[in-house]
């Protein structure tokens, strides 16, 4: 039985559909809901300090990302998310950065050895 009245709901539903009409004003002006749940989470959480250290956590979490572009780590997905994606034209200047960064380290690693 349950089954014939989700079937019956069902198609109630697709009765009440109208296909767009050319010329008719849009049904959903603003269109889909631009949501941001986790970008936002990120936000708010970068804003706070680090109860134990009292630096920010956007600090903590730029020194983390340099240690993983160091040892070689990809980490766009954070960055984008933070950042927004990086534009076309500046590509170019991000990848030089990270090159100087990476040997910036190497550099301070070699210093450290000797």
């Given at each position: 039985?349950?089954?014939?009245?989700?079937?019956?709901?069902?198609?109630?539903?697709?009765?009440?559909?109208?296909?767009?009409?050319?010329?008719?004003?849009?049904?959903?002006?603003?269109?889909?809901?631009?949501?941001?749940?986790?970008?936002?989470?990120?936000?708010?959480?970068?804003?706070?300090?680090?109860?134990?250290?009292?630096?920010?956590?956007?600090e903590l979490v730029a020194a983390g990302l340099i240690k993983l572009l160091a040892q070689g780590?990809?980490?766009?997905?954070?960055?984008?998310?933070?950042?927004?994606?990086?534009?076309?034209?500046?590509?170019?200047?991000?990848?030089?950065?990270?090159?100087?960064?990476s040997k910036l380290l190497d550099r301070l690693d070699a210093d450290g050895a000797a």
């Open positions: 039985m349950a089954l014939s009245k989700d079937r019956e709901k069902r198609e109630r539903q697709l009765a009440n559909l109208r296909p767009a009409i050319q010329g008719e004003p849009s049904r959903n002006p603003s269109g889909r809901p631009k949501k941001r749940l986790i970008t936002d989470q990120l936000e708010k959480l970068l804003k706070q300090r680090d109860p134990k250290t009292g630096k920010p956590n956007a780590k990809n980490v766009p997905e954070i960055l984008n998310r933070i950042e927004g994606p990086v534009r076309a034209a500046e590509d170019d200047i991000a990848a030089n950065s990270l090159n100087a960064v």
